[in-house]
């Protein structure tokens, strides 16, 4: 049986609708918003043996069908998520994961599938409506609902769920999930908004959007939903009180240490002293299992460590509060980068390089909704030796594109655009070390790396982490926050921005959700440690270089008739491989004229730019030419002044004195200046020596 629910969201109606496709999945809806239809599912497993925490996997897919379009490459079907849907698998996880049962640990599948997009209304948040609404009617532990909306600011006004037409005149870029009553993921990209602006926003989005689209996702399950068919299991409170009993004051001896790899090894040693107490090597059937000790000593180790924050305002490695950790910044320590930095906050450090390239190395993405070009990339590596471990090195993994996204968005509110700074730009961020937000301290080292490489951006950008422990109505909050207390607090609240104000905002929680009020403290928290790093990043750099590096290639561009375009081609590429050939210039020439010269020779790029220009350029009455004899007749000389120009310089504007022949002046395949002098209604240009000779010589 089929039920649908319906409801104006934003400037449109959303749909959800259930028992029509994938009935076999335990939990399946079908959203549509316009012409956007978004098929989301859930399927659950057995748990796996030996398992330590909940095997969510979330998988969404934009089918090139859905809007009429051929995948590319030779195979010509969808292989491999593109770097949008990973970041979409990520932000339907985030939202949904903390909402599932306490010890529910079967495997469980969301596949998310984009079925018709209309190029406007962006599939991705419809995806999040989706995901929740299939786990709304299935029988899981959901503890649902949970929605998600986009929002935007246009000319002082908020939109839910805008097109991708109004987001071009938008200077936030906002997507909202939450819970009926409070929100519980955020993600922002904005151009230096502040932060009452940005709470607003948030504020508008939940009570527009999240809140009403959570009435429907209840409707649904009121009348579709599955009974729970999941019994959580059975705690042996006596075992779990024994084991705290026994390591609790040998924790908050370890817990003492300050570095942290002297106190990861004594809390290990507690672990394995635990283990094999419960569960001696030498007994082939021990009493209780491994992974049930070691998960009742990190119970015990997470109460500790949120205990001392809440309590008595004391962190792991002894930090007040608000104390961010020793920062140091270093820029233009690499030789031969464009640009460099480290950035260093504790014992998390982030190397940072800016490589300056052409139009040639400009990303295309070829996305479901439209094909373009990116001019910014960054990409984020964390090696395992950054966190001191052995680890199979593969590519980048679904946390290290996510992390290098929330860098990017950081970072390009503050960029120059392609008419002021036309180079494309990549900045490579490797984690060295690591012990808490690294994606924030690659957001500082990429500001000090732009920098340093001459990109003139508007602003420093430096970037935050603000952590949280909160039991009932009780709750602190703590800038600069370490691995351990991101793994054990409630919230991770990434805010990067400028002085004037907030250019990216990722918020993660491990609770249901969180309140306006905290999200405010939060971002006031956020502001008054980012202008602490601002000040430390302006002593390493404090404004961007002057010039780009020596080996940075020189950039030139011009805009030229594109009736030229041709021309300056020539046939078969012939004139453009000979200017690339005399100077060593690269040329590459766009459809609208716009020509760009990369050389790393600034002298040879200065040549190649005056030799497109004096071939594609209309002639300039007035203007004086260095050209060539090419022909020559009783009444004067035919002399080229550019490819496929010639004018008459008649023999009466050879020379000063009297000119009794043409050849006495000039002869075939001579080199001379002349200054236009006429150009008539045909287009006939009259050129003459005798004027260029008076010139030279004033």
Known sequence: MTFKVEREIGSKLLSIEVGKLAKQAHGSALVRYGDTVVLGTVVSGPPREGIDFFPLTVDYREKMSAAGKFPGGFFKREGRPSTKEILTMRMIDRPIRPLFAEGFMDEVQIQVMVLSADMQNDPDVLAVVAAAAALAVSPLPFQGPVAGVRAAHIDGGFVINPTRAQMEYSDLDLVVTGTPRAVNMIEVGARELPEDKVVAAIEFAHQHGVAPICEMLEELRRHAGKPVEWTPPERDEAFLEDIRARVWDELVAAKSIKGKQERNAAVQAIYDKTIEFYCPPEDPNPKYDPTAVKAAVEKAEQELVRQRILNDGIRPDGRGLEEIRPITAEVGWLPRTHGSALFTRGETQAMVTATLGTASDEQTIDDLMEEYSKKFLLHYNFPPFSVGEVRRIMGPGRREIGHGALAERSLEGVLPGPEEFPYTIRLVSDILESNGSSSMATVCGGSLSLMDA???????????????????????????????????????????????????????????????????????????????????????????????????????????????????????????????????????????GMVQIACNDAEKARRAYDTVLRLTEDVQLGRIYEGKVIGIKDFGAFIEISDGQDGLCHISELDESYVRSVTDVVKLGDIVRVKVISIDDQGRVKLSRKAALKEGAG
């Open 454 to 592: 001459g990109v003139p951006i508007k602003a420093q950008v430096a970037g935050i982490s603000i952590g949280a422990v909160q039991e009932g109505s009780r709750y602190r909050l703590f800038t600069d926050i370490l691995g351990e207390e991101d793994n054990f607090g409630d919230m991770d609240f990434k805010v990067a921005g400028t002085r004037k104000g907030v250019t990216a905002i990722q918020l993660d929680l491990k609770a249901k959700a969180l309140s306006f009020e905290i999200i405010r403290e939060a971002l006031a928290m956020a502001r008054k440690g980012r202008l602490h790093i601002l000040e430390i990043m302006d002593n390493a750099i404090a404004r961007p270089r002057p010039d780009i590096s020596i080996y940075a290639p020189r950039l030139l561009t011009l805009k030229i008739n594109p009736e030229k375009i041709g021309k300056l081609i020539g046939p078969g590429g012939r004139s453009i491989r000979a200017i690339q050939a005399e100077t060593g210039a690269q040329i590459e020439v766009e459809d609208d």
